[in-house]
């Protein structure tokens, strides 16, 4: 049982790039969430999906996509990264309780 | 006012003390409430999940919920330096139709020898 998966752990982007960051669950839980954390900062959600289907924005979408490719996967996608989006990257998925994958460190220089 | 607020800290306590924690909340209508602990660097970690009033131990640690204050804190009986790190307060609410778990900015306790 992996709980919550994502990759990849560490990425570097060139400004303009694009790149897909990819989550995974294996808990049969119905809603997932992408989080932003700065440094010295709270978690800021991204995007979230209720349900297979469904998603939403919240807090900081701009510049970010989202694809709930089945009830296990949740994507992340970037179209053209800035430096400003240089940010640890969390998916978490709930059910009863809301467990949180390791992260995926991205530069953009 | 933010929906979940939390002292930012540091909160700094003696090894073998006690850590006390606290949260409140904005909507009344929150029925579950979580503490997670959170490493530098690492992702958060769920450790102590609430649901009725009153107190729930587990270990070194117990969360004390009041609904009718709205305020849910942590406790850390005798401290140690490992715990040290980030702690995380965290309420489902319910709005667009779904409910989400809305985070506090986040308290960092520093436990020193």
């Known amino acids: 049982n992996a709980g919550v998966t994502q990759t990849p752990k560490f990425q570097v982007l060139k400004t303009g790039q694009s790149m897909t960051l990819q989550c995974a669950q294996d808990m049969n839980h119905n809603s997932m969430y992408w989080y932003r954390q700065d440094p010295g900062m709270g978690l800021r959600l991204i995007y979230y999906?209720?349900?297979?289907?469904?998603?939403d924005k919240g807090e900081v979408p701009n510049g970010y996509n989202v694809s709930r490719l089945n009830k296990r996967e949740f994507s992340l996608r970037l179209e053209s990264a800035a430096p400003s989006q240089t940010s640890v990257y969390f998916c978490?998925?709930?059910?009863?309780?809301?467990?949180f994958g390791p992260g995926t460190r991205l530069t953009v220089t | 006012q933010k929906e979940v607020e939390q002292n930012s800290g540091p909160l700094s306590v003696p090894e073998g003390a006690i850590a006390s924690l606290n949260c409140t909340y904005s909507d009344r209508g929150s029925q579950s409430f979580f503490w997670y602990r959170q490493y530098s660097g690492k992702s958060p970690e769920l450790i102590m999940s609430?649901?009725?009033?009153g107190d729930k131990e587990d270990g070194r640690f117990t969360a004390q919920l009041n609904k009718a204050s709205q305020y849910v804190s942590l406790l850390i009986r005798d401290s140690q330096p490992s715990d040290s790190a980030t702690y995380l307060c965290?309420?489902?609410?319910?709005?667009?139709?779904?409910?989400?778990?809305?985070f506090g900015a986040g308290t960092r306790l520093a436990v020193h020898p």
């Open positions: 609430i649901y009725s009033n």
């Open positions: 978490a998925s709930l059910g009863y309780e809301q467990y």
């Open positions: 965290a309420v489902v609410g319910f709005s667009g139709g779904y409910n989400k778990l809305i």
């Open positions: 999906s209720a349900s297979e289907g469904t998603t």
